[in-house]
Every structure is written in structure tokens, then in C-alpha cells.
């Protein structure tokens, strides 16, 4: 009974692919995120996403886009997919007022 | 704009000595700040959150400090074995309007039998 659990663990894809990583927390929480970790480790806030509000990191590129069918499920769509997209890219969340923050197992991407 | 630097990047010890890593942040208007373990391959594990109106949280060999005049906080590793060897991540908000973390770049520990 994994707190927050990301499939798949490892995706190998193509440049210019279109991918998709799902999340789903069964923690009840009201808020969840997308992070992304790069080569040399260093952990980046993409998103944020309660059933009220999407924010956006400035710095990530319109090509990422979260989508969320429910509030315990924030999957992370990523269109024409690029050589700089490979990371691992983690999910996580929280319940707001509390603020600590529940990580996933991670999902690596490589873009070959 | 919250940044968050963490010293030393990497760290190796001998098993039983007791350490600090440290973890700084420019927006000292923080409601709380988190430290994390992350081991190799795995996702980030929760060790410590400490509040604004804290100054310091304790768990099992762990303690953490806030100063939020200074912008600092320590994460205390009492009598360190083997299975401590991770890297230790410290998070600060990235403003007070929600929960998105600011993370430093983390101190990679290395405990030695």
C-alpha cells in the first residue's frame, strides 16, 4: 500500500514522442506536484496542483502539462519529446496547512 | 526568490562520529522547512519538518535546527553507522503561498564501517 506511486518506473523513447507518467496518492491529499530531477541530481518544482489551482513553474516549457482526473491522481503529459527531457521526474504530495511532502519512487525518462 | 544551498556537497565519515550538515536560505520568511533522505535509485523520504514557531525537531539520532534571522538550519546525525550513508536534502517554500519546496543541491554522506 504505496503513499504515492508512479508508473511506470523506467520509459526509453524516441526525440519528438509523446509520453505520459502516471501518479496516484492515497493519502487523501488535497495538493499534488511534479518535480524534476536532472543529471546532476538537483531536484526542480515543476508543478503544483490542488483541485482549485495550477501553478506553474516559470521555467518549465509548455510541452509539459499536468492533467488531473481526480484528487488523488496528477499524471504528467509530455509532448514532442526532446534530448533535455531525460531526467527523473518524481511526484509528490501534501496536504496544504501541513506542508510536509510525500515523495514517489521516481520515473526515469531517457530520450533517445 | 527562495534559493537554498546546502554544505558541504559531500561528506565522508567513520561510523560513530556525530555530524552536521548544513542547509541555507535567502527568504527567511519561511513558514517551515523540511530535510529529506534520498538513497540511490529511490524517491525522497520525509525525515524532519520544522515549523516557523519552532527552532528545532528531533527523531530517533536526528535533530534539526531552524534560524530563520540567520536563514540557516543544521540537520544533527548523532552516532552515525553505515545505513546513514544517503544524501540529505533540505526544502524550503518556495514563497508563502503554498507547499512548492525549493530544494538545495543535498550532501552526499558517507558513512565508513
Known amino acids: 500500500d504505496t503513499a504515492v506511486s508512479q508508473t511506470p518506473k523506467y520509459l526509453v523513447t524516441q526525440m519528438g514522442n509523446d509520453k505520459s507518467i502516471k501518479c496516484e496518492q492515497n493519502?487523501?491529499?488535497?495538493?499534488m506536484y511534479w518535480y524534476k530531477q536532472d543529471s546532476k541530481k538537483f531536484l526542480k518544482i515543476m508543478f503544483s496542483?490542488?483541485?482549485?489551482?495550477?501553478?506553474i513553474n516559470e521555467t518549465v516549457p509548455n510541452r509539459f502539462s499536468p492533467k488531473s482526473p481526480d484528487k488523488a491522481h496528477l499524471n504528467l503529459h509530455i509532448n514532442s519529446l526532446e534530448l533535455g527531457d531525460s531526467a527523473v521526474y518524481f511526484c509528490?504530495?501534501?496536504?496544504?496547512?501541513?506542508?510536509?511532502?510525500?515523495f514517489g519512487e521516481g520515473s526515469r525518462l531517457t530520450v533517445l | 526568490k527562495q534559493e537554498v544551498t546546502q554544505i558541504p556537497a559531500a561528506l565522508s565519515v567513520p561510523e560513530g562520529e556525530n555530524l552536521v550538515l548544513n542547509c541555507s536560505f535567502t527568504?527567511?520568511?519561511?513558514?517551515?522547512l523540511q530535510w529529506f533522505r534520498q538513497d540511490p535509485g529511490k524517491g525522497l523520504t520525509s525525515l524532519l519538518l520544522?515549523?516557523?514557531?519552532?527552532r528545532e525537531q528531533t527523531s530517533g539520532r536526528l535533530n534539526a535546527s531552524l534560524d530563520k534571522s540567520s536563514g540557516r538550519s543544521t540537520l544533527y546525525i548523532a552516532a552515525s553507522q553505515p545505513g546513514d550513508s544517503a544524501t540529505y536534502l533540505c526544502?524550503?517554500?518556495?514563497?508563502?503561498?503554498?507547499?512548492?519546496?525549493?530544494f538545495g543541491g543535498g550532501t552526499r554522506l558517507m558513512v565508513k564501517p
Open positions: 509528490a504530495s501534501s496536504q496544504s496547512g501541513s506542508g510536509e511532502l510525500f
Open positions: 493519502l487523501g491529499h488535497d495538493t
Open positions: 496542483y490542488n483541485n482549485k489551482e495550477l501553478i
Open positions: 527568504d527567511s520568511a519561511i513558514y517551515n
Open positions: 520544522i515549523q516557523s514557531s519552532q
Open positions: 526544502a524550503a517554500p518556495v514563497n508563502n503561498a503554498g507547499n512548492m519546496l525549493t
